[in-house]
């Protein structure tokens, strides 16, 4: 495998962060950063942008840039944050929405904005990536559950997506159901329709995390989710630890 063509995305505090409402101390975080930068880790997903005015959950629930800022973030690494399509999907004015919940990119610590969506809330969300983008943003659209998806479905996704400018297709498997055979059929699907960065994010219900991101590897597939020891929702994802040893 060549490491050099691969993006490795480490999102611990993000996903993790559903067994400790994202509440992670600083100085955890600043040492989990240095580590990621030393393993040559390429972007740490800190967490999400929730828009709940509440805000009773963690820091790494909002990903405020007041936050970023009081961080020892190491000059290579790369922030990213993962933002929900269904807290802008039926709203009035989302462009209006998103100027309230981001700066201008030149003005952010962060680099890259994920947007996790159900393949039925992308069309609804076109003027978000369409924004974020003319913003400077580098943008991922992660479509959700999609070995759960028709091949009908799959492809409908895929042709809301190029209608704007990505970078990253992503598609997740959230549920922990695909296996060897499974993704290199859904990223064949992919490849024919869509012609940049390609990225796969895995869930281990079946034990399957790992296997399923070197199949993807070896796919073409050039965006890798991990996280430090699996830490993540349900039975949790590729473990950043294992990656990094196979690759």
Not at 87 to 108: M, R, T
Request: with cysteine; net charge positive; glycine share 6%.
């Amino acid at each position: 495998m060549n490491r050099n063509k691969i993006n490795l995305l480490d999102c611990t505090l993000r996903d993790g962060g559903y067994y400790n409402n994202w509440f992670f101390e600083k100085e955890l975080i600043n040492e989990y950063l240095k580590v990621m930068d030393l393993i040559k880790i390429d972007y740490v997903e800190i967490g999400f942008r929730f828009l709940d005015k509440v805000k009773i959950k963690g820091p790494c629930a909002y990903s405020e840039e007041s936050f970023l800022k009081s961080l020892k973030i190491p000059n290579n690494l790369k922030i990213g944050i993962m933002v929900n399509a269904s807290d802008f999907v039926g709203q009035d004015d989302i462009i209006e929405l998103a100027k309230k919940n981001f700066k201008q990119k030149k003005n952010s610590i962060i680099s890259l904005v994920r947007l996790a969506c159900h393949h039925h809330e992308i069309k609804e969300i076109l003027p978000l990536i369409k924004w974020l983008k003319k913003s400077g943003y580098k943008v991922g659209v992660n479509i959700m559950q999609i070995p759960e998806l028709s091949s009908f479905e799959i492809k409908n996704a895929i042709q809301e997506v190029n209608k704007t400018k990505a970078d990253i297709l992503y598609f997740a498997d959230s549920l922990g159901s695909l296996d060897a055979k499974k993704t290199k059929k859904i990223i064949n699907q992919i490849k024919l329709m869509w012609k940049k960065s390609t990225g796969i994010h895995t869930h281990d219900n079946m034990g399957k995390a790992l296997e399923n991101s070197v199949v993807a590897i070896n796919n073409s597939v050039n965006w890798i989710d991990c996280t430090v020891t699996g830490m993540g929702r349900g039975p949790g994802n590729t473990k950043t630890e294992y990656l990094i040893l196979e690759l």
